[in-house]
């Protein structure tokens, strides 16, 4: 039996290999491609983002969020509650802004790095939306366009995590 994860990246290799090669994209860092292309997505949201991310410290990244909140784009996002305690964390300062987050309660971290973009673009990988990802780590990021099928997995994922992570535990942090 394989184990879930590769389970999953077995899958998603699979379904790459079987897509349009202008539908991926995909970034190594260090370097500024990935945040490059998240700003881009994110400035160019219409309706919805919604996000799983263990970690943000990048406030570029953070403020492309809020400006996507100001202009009426619907935008959640759920992280690591261990993480939002980092003294980089951009989790309060999103949260002071009006944007929908959470901080997870369910798990014992909140591991996942993925966001869907108006239902359209899903971004994964083992980038974090920091800045030491960009600058100095080795990760990457993989963006898929109109695969359907890709998308709505992801966006049924991140459904049952908005779900099951509860906005009163959630806000309970945000008091402390």
């Avoid at 990246?9 to 995909?26: E, G, K, P, Q, W």
């Avoid at 980092?86 to 989790?91: E, G, I, L, R």
């Avoid at 993925?114 to 993989?142: H, P, R």
Wanted: aromatic fraction near 10%; charge should be positive; glycine fraction near 2%.
């Amino acid at each position: 039996m394989l184990y879930p994860k590769l389970k999953i990246f077995l899958v998603l290799l699979f379904l790459v290999a079987c897509t349009d090669s202008r539908d991926i994209s995909v970034y190594f860092t260090p370097s500024p491609d990935c945040e490059d292309a998240l700003v881009r997505l994110i400035d160019n949201t219409q309706n919805s983002l919604d996000a799983a991310l263990y970690t943000i410290t990048s406030k570029r990244l953070s403020e492309a969020l809020m400006r996507a909140q100001k202009r009426g784009v619907f935008v959640r996002i759920l992280t690591d509650r261990l993480q939002a305690s980092n003294k980089n964390s951009q989790v309060r300062t999103l949260k002071a802004n009006g944007v929908n987050i959470r901080v997870h309660s369910r798990y014992k971290i909140e591991h996942n790095k993925f966001a869907v973009f108006d239902a359209q673009i899903v971004s994964t990988g083992s980038y974090n939306w920091t800045s030491a990802a960009m600058l100095k780590n080795s990760e990457n990021c993989l963006f898929i366009r109109h695969n359907k099928k890709i998308i709505a997995k992801f966006l049924e994922r991140f459904a049952f995590l908005w779900q099951v992570n509860s906005p009163q535990k959630s806000d309970q942090w945000f008091q402390k």
